[in-house]
């Protein structure tokens, strides 16, 4: 079983920073890619940031320049600093990792964390 785990949301004013943590566990054989997706109320899920192995990085236009996704390979774990965040950027904020398990280590799948909230408001 593998699971991911999140964590750092919250509350925050515009033009604060904050930084989302998720980590993932269980029978791990190879992680493709970890990434962040984000969930408005009435919106689709949709990509924020993904760190890809071998180092490239794919950011939506709307959080270029100001968030930075960054992954620790030996603790399997995936990080998003937000900094300068904006109203719009309230949302749920789900990890998501595609990688492949002990039992079939050349299938990959998607798996998602729980999700945190993220609320930017004054």
């Known amino acids: 079983q593998v699971q991911l785990v999140e964590s750092g949301g919250g509350l925050v004013q515009p033009g604060g920073s904050l930084r989302l943590s998720c980590a993932a566990s269980g029978s791990i054989f190879n992680i493709r890619a970890m990434g962040w997706y984000r969930q408005a109320p009435g919106k689709q899920r949709e990509l924020v940031a993904v760190s890809i192995s071998g180092g490239s990085t794919n950011y939506a236009d709307s959080v270029k320049g100001r968030f930075t996704i960054s992954r620790d390979v030996v603790k399997n774990t995936v990080y998003l600093q937000m900094n300068s965040l904006k109203p719009e950027d309230t949302a749920v904020y789900y990890c998501?990792?595609?990688?492949?398990?002990?039992?079939?280590?050349?299938?990959?799948?998607?798996?998602w964390g729980q999700g945190t909230q993220v609320t930017v408001s004054s």
């Open positions: 998501n990792a595609v990688l492949s398990e002990l039992s079939s280590r050349n299938v990959y799948k998607n798996f």
